[in-house]
């Protein structure tokens, strides 16, 4: 008779490479996860210092904007600057 099922040495090895690829995979994840800390940290400093850049050019537009007599647009820019120079911390 025929059987459906494959051959009994192919099933071995397909359990064999689907733990393979858990053990590699859950690897991954552990190593991964490891490195959160450092992307976290990475990320902090990435965005702290576009905040920089981004509080220079506000206070530079205040700036510009209180010498035309624009002061309604320049307290809005001075408030936007403090709330980055908030966010930013110590270091600016």
């Known amino acids: 008779m025929f059987s459906v099922l494959p051959p009994k040495k192919h099933m071995t090895k397909v359990v064999l490479y ?8 859950s690897g991954g994840l552990t190593a ?7 992307t976290v940290a990475v990320d ?4 702290r210092e576009a905040d920089r850049l981004q509080l220079r ?3 530079a537009d205040g700036k510009v904007a209180e010498q035309k007599g624009d002061l309604l647009e320049a307290a809005r820019l001075y408030q936007e600057s403090f709330s980055l120079a ?3 911390g110590q270091g600016i």
């Open 18 to 25: 689907a733990v393979c690829s858990a053990v590699l995979i």
């Open 32 to 38: 991964s996860a490891q490195n959160t800390g450092t």
């Open 44 to 47: 902090e400093a990435v965005r």
């Open 57 to 59: 050019q506000k206070l």
């Open 86 to 88: 908030n966010r930013i």
